[in-house]
């Protein structure tokens, strides 16, 4: 019957693992790879691993808001002069859809969270809008002629 022992992993985040004896002593501790823990080391991993938790929440309460900002403006206007058959001159940048959220609803949203499709003409566009790892928020952006 094989004996596993505990270990702490040392990686990025440091966490306990149940290994078997020889795996642990004959290559993950001579290597570097981990240490064996003490009452110490786990009281400390353990309050790293609740306040970890706590951040999450944090992150998740302040992803909600943002989200139902956004849900709240759900079509943004932006005016740009034309041409004829309704071509825009230059295009929409991710820099000017940034703004224009920051602007009027007071959230930082950073232009490389702005995906926009390459607009050419007037009229209402999809974007959408990343607001972290792979929450994204779709808003109508809403293409004004200027010369109007």
Do not use: C
Not at 3 to 12: F, H, L, P
Not at 48 to 61: G, S, V
Not at 117 to 138: L, T
Request: avoid cysteine; charge should be positive; charged fraction near 30%.
């Amino acid at each position: 019957m094989k004996k596993k022992v505990q270990i702490i992993i040392k990686d990025e985040k440091e966490y306990i693992v149940n290994v078997s004896r020889g795996y642990a002593f004959n290559y993950l501790i001579p290597q570097g790879k981990a240490i064996i823990p003490t009452k110490k080391k786990m009281r400390q991993i353990e309050m790293f691993q609740t306040i970890n938790k706590e951040k999450q929440k944090i992150n998740e309460i302040k992803i909600k808001k943002v989200r139902e900002r956004l849900k709240e403006i759900n079509k943004i206007s932006i005016y740009k002069k034309s041409g004829e058959n309704n071509l825009i001159f230059g295009s929409i940048t991710e820099k000017e859809v940034s703004k224009w959220i920051t602007k009027h609803t007071n959230l930082k949203i950073d232009k490389g969270q702005v995906k926009i499709p390459n607009i050419k003409k007037v009229g209402i566009e999809n974007i959408n809008i990343n607001i972290k790892n792979n929450i994204d928020e779709k808003l109508q952006i809403n293409i004004i002629p200027a010369n109007i």
